[in-house]
C-alpha cells in the first residue's frame, strides 16, 4: 500500500471562527500528549484567511502549558504576506493556509500533556477574514 506524504506524526487541529472574524476574547485551546521522549519536534500554528484579509502579518500570544511546568505566554508575529510576493502561503482559490513554525529548531519534548492557548492581538477586534487557527507538531525529520 501508498503511504500518504503529508502524514501527521503527532498532531494537527484547527479550530473555525463563525462569520469568519476572530476575536481577542475567543482563545482556542488545543491539547495533546507527548510519549516519545527521543524524538525532535517542529511545532507549527496554522492559519486560514481569506484574501481579503486586510494584514501582511498576524500578531499572537502563545500560552504553552508543558507537563510540570506553569504555562508562559511568548508574545510572536507571524509574516503572511509581503506587499511584493503577495500571500506566502499555500493558496486554494481565495482560501490561503499557513503553516508556520513556532520553534527555530527542532525541540525535545517532555512525555505528558501539552496544551496549547492561542489569542491574536491584532488592533482590529475582531480581526476580519480570519477563518481557522491552529496548532500542528510533527516528528522533525533527523
Known sequence: MLQACNRIDVYE????FNIHEW??????SFQFSIT???????????????DAYHFNNLWLNVTIAAP?????TQQVQ??????TKG????????????????????IRLKKGTYIFTLQQTMR?????????????V???VQ
Not at 516519545?36 to 481569506?50: A, G, K, P, Q
Not at 500571500?87 to 527555530?104: K, N, P, Q, V, Y
Open 87 to 106: 500571500w506566502l502561503g499555500s493558496a486554494m482559490d481565495d482560501i490561503i493556509e499557513h503553516r508556520i513554525l513556532l520553534t527555530r529548531n527542532p
Open 124 to 136: 482590529e477586534d475582531p480581526l476580519q477574514y480570519v477563518l481557522n487557527a491552529g496548532i500542528r
Open 23 to 28: 476575536a481577542g476574547s475567543n482563545q482556542p
Open 36 to 50: 516519545d521522549t527521543t524524538s525532535l519536534y517542529n511545532i507549527y500554528t496554522v492559519v486560514r484567511h481569506d
Open 68 to 72: 510540570g511546568d506553569t504555562a508562559k
Open 138 to 140: 510533527e516528528k522533525a
Open 78 to 83: 507571524l509574516l503572511l504576506g509581503d506587499n
Open 13 to 16: 487541529k484547527t479550530v473555525p
